[in-house]
Structures are given as C-alpha cells and as structure tokens.
C-alpha cells in the first residue's frame, strides 16, 4: 500500500534552524516533493528530490533517501513568515500523494 | 501570466442543493487535478486530466461527484446532491507534461454545505 507520515506540529524560534521530517512507502516512486501552505492560502511548490542526497535553495534544503523511504525539509535562518504548513509529498504515475502535513509555528 | 484561477472562492448551501466549481488551468499546461482538502483527511486527490481526457479518477468518493473537462482551458467539479461531509476547500492544479509533478494550484473555493 501508500502511506506517507510526517509529524503533525513544531514549535521553533526565529532564527534558528528547524528539520521536518517524512516518512513514505509506496511500490511506484517517481521524486519527493515539499509544498508550503499558508492558512487560508494553496499550497505552493517548494522543493522536489528524485535521486538521493541533499538538494538546496536559499534558505531551504531537502534531503531523500529512498532506500529508507525518508526526507526532510531544513529551515535556516527562520523568519515569523516561514509560519505555515507544510506538506510532503510523493510522486507515484504522475500523481502526488500528500501527507497531513506538519503546522510550524515560529516565536520571537 | 494569470494563474490557475477557480470560482466561486466561497460557496454556501443547503444538503441535497447541486454544486458546480469552476477552473481555469494555465494556458499551456496539460495536466488538471482536482483535490480536497479536509482538517481529518489532509489534501486527496479526486481526479486528474491529461489532454482533457479523465485519466484516474479513483479519489472521486461516489456516484455524487463527477468532472468534466469539456476543452483545453477550463473544467468543473459537480457535486449533486451535496452533504454537510461535502464541506471542504478543494482545490484545482495544473501542470506541464514534462513536469507532470510540479503542480501550480488555484486559490481553491471553500464549500459549506448546510
């Protein structure tokens, strides 16, 4: 079957450094994928991983490895704005399969 | 270059009331889903186009629901009869065929259902 997880809440504090994680499993596996959702907003694109290894844009870096079905999201630097959900995904046959997706929650 | 755009944004009814939202794709992307996206079940996907043509639509969850997608730039997701379980945001994303799983979404329309 599919399953993907991924912790439902973090707390961390502005210009620190936060990791999400996902877990997948799935028998088709075409890239991973992370979407930022603000409340209220759609998702938005912010990273894919096809091959493993660390993948990095900016701020944000995501890392895969698919022999242990595991990613994660690296926040550097975070700002009050980087305040949202976000969600993990897989890419099976052109489709995406999303998780519930993790609330991040930045403090002063 | 306008986004994907969905209507109405809101939409409030009675059960047992027909639904129709509306989307408009990219110009040019190939690719159109439909999802759901509930607090108990996260972001589903209902259904998704290639070149207009239904090509899963395993996520639809009955009879209820259907989708059409009469032409390149525009599609719509029924709902008749509609039930208060029906309450969601959900959501229209297209793509390119090259990048099938990099996926832009609408602003989405939030139903509640009465």
């Known amino acids: 079957g599919q399953n993907i997880d991924q912790p439902t809440e973090m707390t961390a504090t502005e210009g620190a450094i936060v990791q999400i994680n996902c877990t997948y499993q799935?028998?088709?596996?075409?890239?991973l994928f992370w979407y930022q959702q603000h409340a209220g907003e759609a998702p938005t694109f912010l990273s894919y991983?096809?091959?493993?290894g660390l993948e990095e844009k900016g701020r944000f870096s995501s890392f895969l490895s698919r022999s242990k079905g595991y990613s994660y999201l690296l926040l550097k630097e975070l700002q009050m704005k980087d305040s949202a959900s976000y969600l993990c995904?897989?890419?099976?046959?052109?489709?995406?399969?999303f998780g519930q997706g993790t609330t991040l929650q930045v403090k002063p | 270059d306008a986004g994907v755009i969905q209507s109405p944004r809101h939409e409030v009814t009675e059960m047992g009331q027909e639904v129709t939202l509306r989307c408009k794709p990219i110009?040019?992307?190939?690719?159109l889903f439909w999802y759901r996206q509930t607090m108990m079940r996260g972001l589903e996907l209902l259904i998704y186009?290639?070149?207009?043509?239904?090509?899963?639509d395993s996520g639809m969850p009955e009879d209820r629901f259907s989708a059409k997608m009469p032409n390149a730039s525009f599609s719509t997701l029924k709902i008749q009869p509609s039930e208060p379980r029906d309450s969601a945001v959900y959501f229209c994303?297209?793509?390119?065929?090259?990048?099938?799983?990099?996926?832009?979404f609408g602003p989405g329309t939030r139903l509640t259902v009465l």
């Open positions: 994303a297209s793509s390119t065929s090259g990048r099938a799983d990099t996926q832009y």
């Open positions: 799935t028998s088709g596996f075409n890239g």
């Open positions: 991983n096809v091959l493993d």
């Open positions: 995904a897989f890419s099976n046959t052109g489709k995406l399969i």
């Open positions: 110009s040019g992307h190939d690719y």
């Open positions: 186009f290639n070149n207009n043509v239904p090509i899963d």
